[in-house]
């Protein structure tokens, strides 16, 4: 069974850095790209992107590119996405999904979701 | 700001039929397939459809996506009250390079 956990719920202030994880199990994790997907409280779905583990190659919507980062650790099966300088706006809950499909050349397709991470950032 | 263009509510009595639609443009409905995703209130989402007419495993036949060329729709036959949930399509739009979500459609099971 595919699964996807996510670390804990966060509260940070702004300007401070912050990493939070994705630890995938059930599959080959270097097979699929898994994304990340942001949710602002009472809103939509935005993608932000998502990586590919076995090698790391990253692609960004271009309206976070910059202000994430991703990466892989294929030793634990664990992706990351983390923050340099967080801003209030980055208050979110903040998805890992894998895709449905292996490979790295296909369209994103969002399929098995972790349970979704939390960032709180207030001065 | 969404490419794809849902209505914010939708809603119907038990067993009654509710379609909700998605309205996007050539670079990502009109040429790429459709997903549907179920999030029920509190939850990740569920992927309902993908590839604009199948279901994944385990998913009740009584979904259904279709396509009509920039527009994609979604039917729930025999409407349950576990269905109300927030809906949304998405797909891959080729100009923009993104994978893009549609604006979200509450369901309401009256």
């Known amino acids: 069974e595919v699964q996807l956990v996510q670390s804990g719920a966060e509260v940070k202030k702004p300007g401070e850095s912050l990493k939070i994880s994705c630890k995938a199990s059930?599959?080959?994790?270097?097979?699929?790209?898994v994304g990340w997907v942001r949710q602002v409280p009472g809103k939509g779905l935005e993608w932000m992107g998502s990586v590919y583990p076995r090698d790391s190659d990253t692609r960004y919507s271009p309206s976070f590119q910059g202000q994430v980062t991703f990466s892989a650790d294929k030793s634990i099966n664990t992706v990351y996405l983390q923050w340099s300088s967080l801003k209030a706006s980055d208050t979110a809950t903040y998805f890992c999904?894998?895709?449905?499909?292996?490979?790295?050349?296909?369209?994103?397709?969002?399929?098995?979701w972790g349970q979704g991470t939390l960032v709180t950032v207030s001065s | 700001q969404s490419v794809l263009t849902q209505p914010p509510s939708a809603s119907g009595t038990p067993g009654q039929r509710v379609t909700i639609s998605c309205s996007g443009s050539?670079?990502?409905?009109?040429?790429?397939?459709v997903n549907w995703y179920q999030q029920l209130p509190a939850t990740a989402p569920k992927l309902l459809i993908f590839s604009t007419t199948q279901r994944p495993s385990g998913v009740p036949a009584r979904f259904s996506g279709s396509r009509s060329g920039t527009s994609a729709s979604l039917a729930i036959s025999g409407l349950q009250s576990e269905d109300e949930a927030d809906y949304y399509c998405a797909a891959w739009d080729a100009s923009l390079n993104v994978y893009v979500f549609g604006t979200g459609t509450k369901v309401t099971v009256l």
């Open positions: 050539t670079s990502n409905i009109g040429s790429n397939p």
């Open positions: 059930g599959y080959s994790f270097t097979n699929y790209w």
């Open positions: 999904a894998r895709d449905f499909y292996d490979g790295r050349l296909l369209p994103a397709l969002p399929a098995h």
